[in-house]
T-cell receptor
């Protein structure tokens, strides 16, 4: 069966510090991978998606970036965090675009 | 563009009450429709789906029917339990063959359901 991991589960970082969140998928190959952000009390915002190694598409211009160094690894980064980067970050995968996505447990980021 | 509109929450019910959470969509063509559930502090879990008109998705006592004529996908459960307390998201997407940016999973804003004993 397939599983998706995210870490860390929670993170508290000061403004201006760097960020690295990691997502890995097990039990499948060549998945599409997605990063979403969920601000408090709001819906989900798609940040990045990737259909293959090194292929990243950005949905929203901001100070975040994503990378996919391996087939089943997806990383969300920032060089300098802003207060507005606080939120719940969710990684997801699917086998084929247009089908259901499977979500990880999420990372709660608080920027202070 | 594509959009999903859910009823505003929060929704508060007593155990064993009937649940309806309304969801309507705007899209060009015929999307696939989903309901996801998010329990406190967790990621989203797929609850049910329907891929074509008149399909009924069902899981764990929840049901939703894909109504093309009313562009709706309302979520229903006949008797809710305390353990159903969560945020529910309606979502749509298109298959790759639809082209353009329709690959995106478009979510509604979510409806918080609280079930009291």
């Amino acid at each position: 069966s397939q599983t998706i991991h995210q870490w860390p589960a929670t993170l508290v970082q000061p403004v201006g510090s760097p960020l690295s969140l990691e997502c890995t998928v097990e039990g499948t190959s060549n998945p599409n991978l997605y990063w979403y952000r969920q601000a408090a009390g709001r819906g989900l915002q798609l940040l990045f998606y990737s259909v293959g190694i090194g292929q990243i598409s950005s949905e929203v211009p901001q100070n975040l970036s994503a990378s996919r160094p391996q087939d089943r690894q997806f990383i969300l980064s920032s060089k300098k965090l802003l207060l507005s980067d606080s939120g719940f970050y969710l990684c997801a995968w699917d086998r084929q675009v247009g089908y259901e996505q499977y979500f990880g447990p999420g990372t709660r980021l608080t920027v202070t | 563009g594509n959009s999903v509109t859910q009823m505003e929450g929060p929704v508060t019910l007593s155990e064993e009450a009937f649940l309806t959470i309304n969801c309507t969509y705007t899209a060009t063509g015929y999307p696939s429709l989903f309901w996801y559930v998010q329990y406190p502090g967790e990621g989203l879990q797929l609850l049910l789906k329907a891929t074509k008109a008149d399909d009924k998705g069902s899981n764990k006592g929840f049901e939703a029917t894909y109504r093309k004529e009313t562009t709706s996908f309302h979520l229903e459960k006949g008797s809710v339990q305390v353990s159903d307390s969560a945020v529910y998201f309606c979502a749509l997407t298109f298959t790759l063959n639809s082209g353009g940016s329709n690959y995106k999973l478009t979510f509604g804003k979510g409806t918080l359901l609280t079930v009291n004993p």
